[in-house]
């Protein structure tokens, strides 16, 4: 009897043993013990969805980055220096899936909160205007065509809180246009409607846009908001 006792009392050590170290595992995955891409160990470092005040442009239109991926309607996130990071990328991808292989199309990058969105005197501010891009190569993302305004990354100002940078994609027909000179001064107070009107540009046929900050490089912090 006294074996059996000890016996049981054994397994009872054991099972209770087991059970403790189940616990401590699902407590150290739950809280990140196992490490991970943002802050606070467990908690993923990736794009949040636009504000649903924001998603108005959404429509099916990708604008992919390096590390991001698709942005299409997403805030940058803060964690591994993204916001850093995006103002010195190249020119994103941008895809049409539903694009025509016939037609051709124009693109324009722009940023309504110049300086900030609560006091936008300098809207749009040009980001980047591309004609004549061929519906085939729109649909697989690569812009290329009439360059009329070179990419320029967002750059938004110290203090001015989350701008919108909007993309938006014009069917010009199934022949180019005699696209102007290279304009890449003066990018501020662009007057969007003016060239769409002198081109005879439609309502855009897809749109969409991402939303990021400022982010001190010295510092690696955030401006205020």
């Not at 802050?39 to 390096?66: F, H, I, M, Q, W």
């Not at 246009?177 to 002198?198: S, V």
């Amino acid at each position: 009897t006294p074996m059996k006792l000890g016996a049981a009392a054994l397994c009872l050590c054991l099972l209770a043993a087991a059970v403790w170290l189940s616990l401590s595992m699902t407590t150290s995955e739950s809280s990140g013990g196992g490490g991970g891409g943002g802050p606070g160990g467990g908690k993923k470092c990736a794009p949040t969805p636009l504000p649903r005040a924001d998603v108005s442009l959404c429509r099916n239109l990708e604008v992919s980055y390096p590390e991001l991926g698709n942005i299409s309607c997403q805030v940058v996130p803060r964690c591994n220096m993204y916001r850093r990071k995006i103002t010195n990328w190249p020119q994103p991808k941008v895809k049409y899936p539903a694009a025509l292989a016939g037609s051709y199309y124009v693109l324009v990058m722009v940023d309504p909160d110049a300086p900030s969105r609560a006091d936008p005197q300098m809207r749009y501010w040009r980001h980047w205007l591309v004609a004549n891009i061929q519906g085939a190569d729109l649909k697989t993302g690569t812009i290329r065509g009439s360059v009329i305004t070179d990419y320029g990354p967002p750059t938004p100002p110290p203090t001015t809180g989350l701008h919108r940078y909007q993309f938006f994609v014009f069917l010009q027909g199934t022949s180019t246009i005699p696209a102007p000179p290279k304009q890449n001064g003066d990018r501020g107070a662009w007057e969007m409607d003016d060239f769409l009107r002198n081109y005879r540009l439609p309502q855009a046929v897809t749109s969409t846009q991402f939303m990021t900050e400022y982010m001190n490089e010295a510092k690696g912090k955030f401006s205020e908001r």
